[in-house]
């Protein structure tokens, strides 16, 4: 009898110590540090997003978070790293549009699905996507920008974030609406080397969230012509929307949420959930969002946010098919 009693123990120690997110109880949650995984290189929208929300996340979580950026593949990188993590509310994904909703249909053999693989928490920001273009380019309208295009087939060049991202296939759409030959050139990283590259010159035209163009707008190192927004921004209301410019379709921008690894534990997810309706409700982030032309957006729960994220899903990959876009 002693030798199975001890056998038991043993199993049920082997058990506890094998699921640590079990074994801790999610009312103490949280009792470390937590890692805020971004997908992007510092100083991007995202990255933007994760320092914005990061201070009201540690006084809510009386824990401090730490964000760390792990680029690489799209965003693809971090997503492996969250979905791969212990579902014990530790790792967090702050994920977007394009890691979440178009990636799945756009890089072929993905390690990990996100819709599969994490679960959803909530949205929190939208950023708006802008198109700009150096001084040198004599236009100051998307209809002036077709024109100009037009007389010069495949002669402009334009940068982005990434054959992912919602800005480039925006203005793939346009391009082909419009029937221009308009080259892409990829970087790695939108308000950083794709805003360089235009600053320099090295590309004509650059596509990306208005919070890495409006300072060089502002300083007339570069000039924006449209804004990517179902209406015109409070923060820039004298510039025209695609869909003011003859685009309808182009209503999309950058949305960011928050996600976790699958079979993190509901208690643990709803109080998450809870800690971001607070920090999307603070003033203080709310006026930061603003300073960079971001919109506070929310889900009114975690099924909320997957349906959103599903519509979402739909939307970029029929647009992917459309374009004929080839998977990478």
Request: aromatic residues 6%.
């Amino acid at each position: 009898m002693k030798r199975v009693s001890l056998a038991v123990m043993l199993a049920i120690s082997v058990l506890l110590t094998a699921n640590p997110a079990s074994a801790q109880p999610a009312t103490d949650y949280p009792t470390k540090a937590i890692r805020m995984i971004v997908p992007f290189a510092p100083g991007g929208a995202s990255d933007f997003v994760a320092r914005i929300i990061q201070p009201k996340m540690m006084e809510l979580l009386g824990q401090q978070v730490v964000i760390e950026n792990r680029a690489g593949a799209g965003g693809n990188i971090a997503v492996e790293i969250v979905a791969r993590s212990a579902p014990d509310g530790y790792t967090v994904l702050l994920g977007n549009v394009g890691t979440m909703a178009i990636n799945p249909h756009l890089y072929r053999n993905l390690k990990v699905q996100p819709m599969r693989d994490l679960v959803g928490i909530t949205a929190i920001a939208d950023l708006p996507g802008g198109v700009v273009v150096h001084p040198s380019v004599p236009v100051n309208t998307i209809q002036e920008l077709v024109a100009y295009a037009k007389a010069r087939p495949g002669e402009l060049t334009y940068g982005s974030a990434g054959v992912s991202s919602a800005q480039s296939l925006s203005f793939e759409f346009l391009i082909d609406k419009a029937g221009l030959k308009i080259l892409h050139v990829p970087y790695k990283g939108g308000a950083g080397a794709a805003t360089i590259g235009a600053l320099s010159g090295e590309v004509k035209i650059a596509v990306g969230t208005m919070a890495s163009f409006a300072t060089h707008h502002q300083s007339g190192k570069l000039r924006i012509i449209g804004v990517l927004a179902e209406k015109r921004l409070a923060s820039h209301p004298n510039l025209p929307t695609l869909v003011e410019s003859g685009f309808p379709e182009l209503t999309t921008a950058s949305w960011q949420g928050i996600q976790v690894p699958a079979g993190t534990p509901r208690p643990i997810v709803d109080k998450l959930f809870n800690v971001m309706m607070k920090v999307v409700e603070d003033k203080g982030v709310q006026d930061r969002f603003n300073q960079v032309s971001a919109v506070v957006i929310a889900n009114k729960s975690p099924e909320e946010h997957a349906k959103f994220w599903k519509t979402q899903s739909d939307f970029w990959g029929g647009l992917i098919k459309k374009l004929n876009i080839p998977q990478l």
